[in-house]
């Protein structure tokens, strides 16, 4: 949704015309879920459909609509064999030209669901660091990515926001009930520190700490000698992204974190915990 606005900015300063192509219901097997949309210029396009014959097609109808050859409206489109695909669905598909009123809607409905994502805050910006950053960056979170070392960070993906601070006990208090948390500092009893405070409050849907099962061992340890409940330590996930692969390559862990992330903070089942004072 964020490249939708930023894009659509570059569209309209440019003022290029728009198409809207939306998903307006979906039935049985379907590769996009009814409210998915793209957005379609002459030459450019945004968002998907789902990809396939269906969203070739549409955008064939769409840049029709534009170029004045073909109009739009809504069609009901079976996703078999005639269609070159093997979903086995249907779906009605809206194609219509999006005037000034429909894309601030969309504008506004993006921004809506911007601020409705989780936050993720990510401790350091080591090597390790700065592949979650890059990995993480397209997910639909809110990631601020904190270390006090300016120099660590290096480019920083868009999207990402920076906290150049020592300041942990800020950033971890000002982190809104449901967010996520990853621990990976240079320094085990800095992570000890931040870990400990997270899994105190009690309210964070996922936190994550690097390291491994020795590790882990080893802080639960502490944690118990400090009086943190079993049922708070046992929510801690360390080692992260541990899917039984065993590759230590930054970039290989960050994927599987991500994957870990979307699973657990993004599509969690267990309802949001409670903060506790």
């Given at each position: ?27 049985g ?61 249907r ?13 601030d ?5 993006a ?18 660091g700065?592949?979650l ?16 070392r ?10 990402v ?50 390291g ?13 000698a400090?009086?943190l ?5 046992a ?11 065993r ?9 599987l ?5 979307v ?12 903060r506790?004072?």
């Open positions: 949704m964020d490249d939708i606005v930023s894009v659509l900015a570059e569209w309209r300063r440019a003022g290029w015309p728009v198409v809207r192509v939306s998903i307006r219901a979906a039935m097997s379907t590769p996009r879920e009814a409210g998915s949309f793209m957005l379609v210029a002459p030459d450019a396009l945004v968002g998907t459909i789902g990809g396939g014959r269906l969203e070739w097609d549409c955008v064939a109808r769409a840049r029709a609509l534009l170029a004045g050859t073909g109009e739009g409206g809504e069609l009901e489109i079976p996703l078999g064999p005639e269609l070159g695909q093997c979903c086995g669905g779906v009605r598909v809206r194609i219509e030209r999006a005037d000034e009123v429909l894309l809607s969309i504008v506004r409905e921004e809506r669901a911007r601020a409705g994502q989780p936050h993720l805050l990510l401790f350091g910006a080591g090597h390790v700065r592949a950053a890059r990995a993480l960056a397209p997910l639909p979170v809110r990631l601020l990515w904190i270390d006090p300016a120099e660590e960070f290096g480019s920083v993906p868009e999207g926001a920076v906290r150049m601070t020592e300041d942990w006990e800020g950033v971890l208090a000002a982190a809104p009930a449901g967010s996520g948390i990853l621990v990976l500092t240079p320094s085990h009893r800095l992570d000890a520190l931040i870990v400990g405070a997270a899994l105190e409050r009690g309210d964070f849907r996922y936190v994550g700490l690097i491994s099962k020795t590790k882990r061992r080893g802080f639960e340890a502490g944690f118990r400090v009086g409940g079993a049922d708070r330590i929510t801690l996930v360390c080692p992260i992204g541990d899917r039984g692969i590759d230590k390559r930054p970039e290989i862990i960050a994927a974190v991500a994957a870990e992330i699973e657990r903070l993004l599509h969690g089942d267990d309802a949001m915990p409670e506790h004072a």
